[in-house]
């Protein structure tokens, strides 16, 4: 099974400033990645597919980078309605599995 | 306007069964591989169970592996999750999300649902 380590747990961010969420896998995925925003309450939207597209709808503030076993969310600058739980998820294998993720609170 | 509903959810004793069932509107489901994430109280997201478009071919982990069955109908728009021997452990929200690609069963995870709540206790 292919482990996802998010780093770190909580990021302390003010509005405005810029935001980098880390993801490594224990052994390459390639570009099968993706990730999450899940809000309280609700359930999780997809940002990011194949490390790097954003979906449809999402902001151009999100970004995706990273092929292998690394990975970066970058916020470029961070709204209100950004503060949530990330997470990534590989599906380059099976069982897919998702990292623990980052909760982005607001400093 | 596309929407993803499951429902089935609610409590069950220990080695009880319980069944899930997802639809969908806004966009054809039986077009696409689906899968059943979960989310116990608190935690993160755990993949549980992946179906291919025509249902030939079912994928699950190996938590819920000879306890848990994924099935769909595909001339009804329907997919559903089968539990049986359920154990605490099982308590969560069971999210319905489907693969945005035709012909791909391992992907991102596109259209989600609000989820049904299982829990498990005596």
């Known amino acids: 099974e292919i482990v996802m380590t998010q780093s770190p747990a909580t990021l302390s961010v003010s509005p405005g400033e810029r935001a980098t969420l880390s993801c490594r896998a224990s052994q390459s995925v390639s570009s099968n990645l993706a990730w999450y925003q899940q809000k309280p309450g609700q359930a999780p939207r997809i940002l990011i597919y194949r490390a790097s597209n954003r979906a449809t709808g999402i902001p151009a503030r999100f970004s995706g980078s990273g092929s292998g076993t690394e990975f970066t969310l970058t916020i470029s600058s961070l709204q209100s309605e950004d503060f949530a739980v990330y997470y990534c998820q590989q599906y380059e294998n099976w069982p897919e599995t998702f990292g623990q993720g980052t909760k982005v609170e607001i400093k | 306007e596309v929407q993803v509903l499951e429902s089935g959810g609610g409590l069950v004793q220990p080695g009880g069964s319980l069944r899930l069932s997802c639809a969908a509107s806004g966009f054809s489901l039986n077009t696409y591989a689906v899968s059943w994430v979960r989310q116990a109280p608190g935690k993160g997201l755990e993949w549980v169970s992946t179906?291919?478009?025509?249902?030939?071919?079912?994928y699950y982990a190996d938590s819920v592996r000879g306890r848990f069955t994924i099935s769909r109908d595909n001339s009804k728009n329907l997919l559903y999750l089968e539990m049986n021997s359920l154990r605490a452990g099982d308590t969560a929200v069971y999210y319905c999300?489907?693969?945005?690609?035709?012909?791909?069963?391992?992907?991102?995870?596109?259209?989600w649902g609000q989820g049904t709540l299982v829990t498990v206790s005596s």
């Open positions: 999300t489907n693969v945005p690609h035709i012909g791909v069963i391992r992907g991102p995870k596109h259209y």
């Open positions: 179906i291919s478009d025509g249902g030939d071919s079912t």
